[in-house]
């Protein structure tokens, strides 16, 4: 899993009441302005201008009543007291510069599932597999060959 959490705790669910706002107003450019500054780092913002200039289009496209339900059906998450129940291996990763869902959050998840491996990505905010591809392709990769055949 990648850039996860068991929990939202206060600063989370404020980010995400702001998502909720913008979603009930059906206003997808203010939701690229509250969602986009939480899920990229700053070095990527600053080098992936065009990137940034497809994703608002998008935005456009979004159901916000779908995404609305969804925002808040993970404003209510609280799993954290079940992961030990978790027997698959898993591997949980967080980008170093996650502002949304900071490392903190990745640790508690790694801690609770027996043997899960924590991996923490450096040069990275939430949106991991955007922002180090690579990397992220290793991980997961690597952690799949080490598990297969079990």
Do not use: C
């Not at 080098?47 to 916000?64: F, P």
């Amino acid at each position: 899993m990648s850039s996860s959490v068991s929990q939202v705790d206060p600063l989370l669910k404020g980010f995400i009441g702001s998502w909720i706002a913008a979603a009930r107003a059906h206003d997808p450019e203010l939701l690229f302005q509250v969602t986009y500054p939480l899920n990229f780092s700053e070095t990527w913002i600053a080098a992936n201008q065009a990137a940034l200039d497809t994703a608002r289009e998008r935005y456009k496209s979004l159901d916000m009543d779908a995404f609305l339900e969804l925002l808040l059906a993970f404003s209510r998450l609280d799993l954290t007291a079940s992961l030990h129940a978790i027997a698959a291996p898993t591997l949980v990763m967080v980008g170093e510069e996650d502002l949304l869902k900071p490392r903190r959050y990745a640790e508690i998840i790694a801690r609770e599932i027996p043997g899960a491996e924590l991996a923490l990505v450096p040069h990275a905010g939430h949106a991991v597999s955007w922002e180090q591809p690579g990397l992220f392709n290793t991980l997961v990769l690597g952690h799949v060959t080490r598990h297969s055949g079990r």
